[in-house]
């Protein structure tokens, strides 16, 4: 390997070009070497290509997502927008109401060509998941995909209500501790006597997708916590 | 001991008729093709033993909430 004949940022990153090498090429070659197998195509015409262009990514299973970096504002319209098209009986799980703007601002946001998203924090919390439903398999995201993307780009960890515990799980992710629902900060949507209060569940990334996707199991193995943050710490403790 | 009554055939064809509203805009092809591209026979299965298994202990509120059970089972399968 020679030295680089230069070099040219994207998404922050200084990325070298090799001798004989096109700018496409070198960030090709970096994206694949970061991200996955396939990067089809891919624009290096700004230095900073937050709302800029898609990036493609194929995950392990062979689904593509077009997904780029976001702005709060875009990644919260996203996010509101993809909730909406999910049926309320599970929409409520989906939360857009959180964190700010300000949040938002030192996280990483993803947003795709067909409006889902996922964030990753500074610490490697996995937040604000949503597929955008269309009703129409071949022009939706899978969510596989873009929790895939997620763990590429940090994400280590989430917590979740119980009801999407086998997604979670199928994607990697192991119950580390729980606590009740507390119908105090129940979220929007949540409907009292018609949505289950459910359990949040606290994970973190280990790849291991060999674990029950039944929530009661997880509940039954792992020592409840009396509140959310406690339940929060132990899991913390747990993920580097 | 209670007998659930319902056999995992029709749990699972509970679950598919929900998911077919919920996700697929009664598109019978885009329901085929998600079963079909993603194990998800796998996930039922185990949402119907959970249930089964719950009701059988004496947890007689899930009968009633059968369709709760089921709209769990659907969200699941609804992230993929």
Same mark, same amino acid.
């Given at each position: 390997m020679g030295n680089p004949t230069g070099w040219f940022t994207m998404n922050g990153v200084h990325i070298p070009i090799m001798e004989g090498q096109s700018k496409a090429e070198a960030a090709k070659k970096y994206m694949n070497s970061k991200y996955? @197998?396939?990067?089809a195509k891919l624009s290096t @015409? +700004?230095?900073?290509n937050k709302n800029k262009s898609y990036n493609k990514y194929t995950d392990a299973k062979g689904n593509t997502i077009d997904i780029k970096q976001s702005e709060p504002k875009e990644f919260k319209d996203t996010l509101d927008k993809a909730k909406s098209t999910n049926p309320s009986t599970d929409a409520?799980?989906?939360?857009?109401?959180?964190?700010t703007m300000a949040d938002y601002s030192k996280d990483k946001l993803f947003i795709t060509k067909r409006g889902s998203c996922v964030a990753v924090t500074p610490d490697g919390d996995i937040i604000s998941v949503c597929a955008k439903r269309t009703g129409d398999r071949n022009k939706e995201d899978r969510g596989r995909t873009i929790m895939e993307y997620a763990v590429k780009n940090g994400g280590k960890k989430l917590d979740s209500f119980s009801g999407n515990h086998g997604f979670y799980v199928k994607c990697g992710f192991e119950p580390v501790s729980w606590c009740k629902f507390d119908e105090q900060y129940a979220p929007p949507g949540w409907r009292k006597g018609i949505d289950k209060p459910e359990p949040i569940i606290f994970y973190k990334y280990t790849?291991?997708?060999?674990? +029950?996707?039944?929530y009661k199991v997880a509940l039954k193995n792992i020592k409840m916590s009396n509140d959310y943050d406690t339940a929060m710490n132990i899991r913390d403790k747990e993920v580097k | 001991m209670n007998k659930y009554p319902y056999s995992y055939e029709e749990y699972k064809a509970e679950v598919k008729k929900q998911y077919l509203k919920d996700y697929?805009?009664?598109n019978i092809n885009y329901m085929n093709s998600m079963f079909k591209s993603e194990n998800l026979d796998s996930i039922i299965k185990t949402s119907y033993s959970s249930s089964k298994s719950s009701y059988e202990s004496g947890d007689r509120e899930l009968l009633k909430n059968l369709s709760l059970e089921v709209r769990d089972t659907v969200a699941c399968l609804g992230m993929f």
């Open positions: 996955g @197998k396939t990067v @015409k +700004s230095s900073n409520w799980r989906v939360d857009n109401y959180s964190h790849g291991n997708t060999n674990i +029950s996707t039944d | 697929c805009k009664n």
